[in-house]
């Protein structure tokens, strides 16, 4: 197991855009309008795909990497049927943090860029911790 990926490392991640991955298929009721593209948070999710790759070769039995942060730029619009893909590049540490620069593009062009900081975690600890919040968030009412 490494510690950390080469500095420069990419992986990229590619999907054709269906779709439950559209903007117009995340409205929470009839009043949420959005429209028939590739949603910005699917190309989150795209970008964190990626990045989380780069990460596998560091992770111990029992850990995976979750996002932190995002900062995001989604400049151009994809469309049904089109592949997008991300390509995330390891730009290094910051703390316990893993930094990449992520860019998304289709068959046109750039769509989108990110930065992006992600932290190995146990997973047994996290979903306790979150079980915990939540329980704790209960009782107080």
Not at 13 to 26: C, F, G, K, P
Request: proline content about 5%.
């Amino acid at each position: 197991m490494i510690t950390e990926p080469t500095l420069n490392s990419t992986v990229s991640a590619e999907l054709v855009v269906s779709t439950s991955d559209l903007a117009s298929a995340l409205p929470l009721d009839s009043s949420d309008a959005f429209p028939a593209v590739f949603a910005t948070a699917r190309l989150v999710a795209l970008m964190e795909i990626a990045s989380a790759r780069l990460l596998r070769p560091c992770l111990a039995p029992g850990q995976l990497s979750v996002g932190v942060s995002v900062e995001i730029t989604h400049s151009a619009p994809t469309p049904l049927g089109a592949t997008v893909s991300a390509t995330a590049r390891y730009v290094g540490r910051d703390g316990k943090l893993f930094a990449f620069e992520v860019v998304a593009s289709d068959a046109a062009g750039e769509v989108g860029r990110a930065t992006h900081k992600r932290a190995i975690v146990d997973v047994e600890r996290l979903q306790s911790s979150a079980s915990r919040r939540i329980a704790a968030a209960s009782n107080s009412q």
